[in-house]
Nanobody, 111 residues
């Protein structure tokens, strides 16, 4: 069972990024999935979650209206589309599901 994230990088304030998380070794379509982030010196924060069908989504107040979580069960993948990025969005982003964590991907928002 494995989760592998990709898509992180360095972006200017106001920019956009799309994170992807691919699952393997599990029946992906039956599990809810979550994106977390952890900034240096701060606790891990739940950013967004989506149910197994992709119909129910919830977001942290800090990202509502800017981030969108989605999933493609045919591709065993969950996405996090991040728009209007701010410096405070800088963190390591990790996906989580079925008691498994990915390795994380760094997102840095800086001019």
């Amino acid at each position: 069972v494995q989760l592998v994230e990709s898509g992180g990088g360095v972006v200017q304030p106001g920019g956009s990024l799309r994170l992807s998380c691919v699952a393997s070794g599990v029946t992906f379509r039956i599990f809810a999935m979550r994106w977390y982030r952890q900034a240096p010196g701060k606790e891990r924060e739940l950013v967004a979650c989506v149910d197994s069908f992709g119909g129910i989504k919830n977001y942290a107040d800090s990202v509502k209206g800017r981030f969108t979580i989605s999933r493609d069960n045919a591709k065993n993948t969950v996405y996090l589309d991040m728009n209007s990025l701010k410096s405070e969005d800088t963190a390591v982003y990790s996906c989580n599901g079925f008691n498994t964590w990915g390795q994380g991907t760094q997102v840095t928002v800086s001019s």
